[in-house]
């Protein structure tokens, strides 16, 4: 492969609509499965399944401490967990790990009902609106605020601020992206500064949790503390409001699949893996080779950045026979990639699923029916999917 050949394999600045990424990794699948760009800083990028398990699984080869994703976003400060290589993550991950469990998550559940419902009220008296605008862009916010014990009157602005990051990091705008970062950190260490003045239960804290670790007998260096903290206020915010929209989208296309749920709610948890797999809303992270690799014959030199294609992997025909199609049910769901793999796997999956089956279940009770009703505005790097879903209730 040429030096040309290399820089024309994808671009993955090109417009998009709501599927073209999909075709465009179903392409690089087929034809160029370690594919390279040139552009968002120049990476290359791992499209299939066993390529994308095997990196992420393997720390000493592929660090996330380098860069973590396309394009690169960390300007201002480095945010354990994501940010660090076991071992370093590891007393980060086992501080919030126990109050991230399903039993915790599911503990918020009604919590998540009222609050969909409280959201939706308004758009189903308007016979509509934008689900993601509107619903989705709300709801994990709420919900982790709930789960973080952020006072109630920070939650509008930690939505103003953490949407303005994300649109920063959509537009590769890096001053714009240092600048929301830093009001994320400012609300960071306010909230740490709350809990040192006015100390929480660290068993259903997360920051008194983080401030009461202990690492070898020693406590968490306060930066990386502060760091965490950022990290957590804004990394449950994204996923869910793009997965909402992405389900909707599909829902509107398949008539007949949206029936099924609204009369069979019981089979919603199982449609929602399956979206999970069909619709991930990260593309991928990101990993640097700590030394010279190859993959399918081709060279990739240390240091160059990889991008782990989850969005393609969960799609590779190899694994999930017909990969662009929903298959409600199907035999292997629990091997999809939509929540990562190995030691820097989503630690907020059962928050995850249990947003996405509630909300689901309430938008389904809710109405006879909805359809998209205008132009589906995707995301651009490093999340796919849907950002605006406008949808008319039935």
Sequence with gaps: MTDQQQLRDFDPDLPEDFDSAHR?????????????????????ALTRYDDVAAAASDPRTFTTAVQNVVPKVAFTGRRPPLHLDPPDHTPFRKALNPLLSLERSEAL???????SRELLAPMLAAGGGDICAEFSSYLPVYVFGDWMRVPEEWLDTLHDSGRAFILAVHSTRPEAMKETSLALYDMARALIADRKANPQDPDIDPTSALLAARHNGEPLDDELIVGTVRQVLVVGMVAPMVMVGNIA??????????????AEPERIPAAIEEFLRLYSPYRGFARTPTRDVEIRGCPIARDEPVALLYASANRDEDIFPEGDRFVLDRPNISDHLAFGRGPHNCPGLHIGRMEL???????????????VCGD????????????AVPLRFE
């Design 24 to 44: 465009d990794y179903a392409r690089l699948r087929a034809e160029c499965p370690v594919a390279h760009t040139d552009r968002l800083g120049g990476f290359w």
């Design 109 to 115: 559940a009604p919590r998540t009902r009222t609050i």
């Design 249 to 262: 989208v599909h829902l509107s296309r398949d008539r007949e699949l949206q029936s099924l749920l609204r």
């Design 357 to 371: 089956r509630v909300a689901l279940e309430e938008l389904l009770a809710a109405t006879t029916g909805f359809a």
């Design 376 to 387: 589906i505005v995707p995301t651009r790097w490093p999340e796919i999917g849907a950002l």
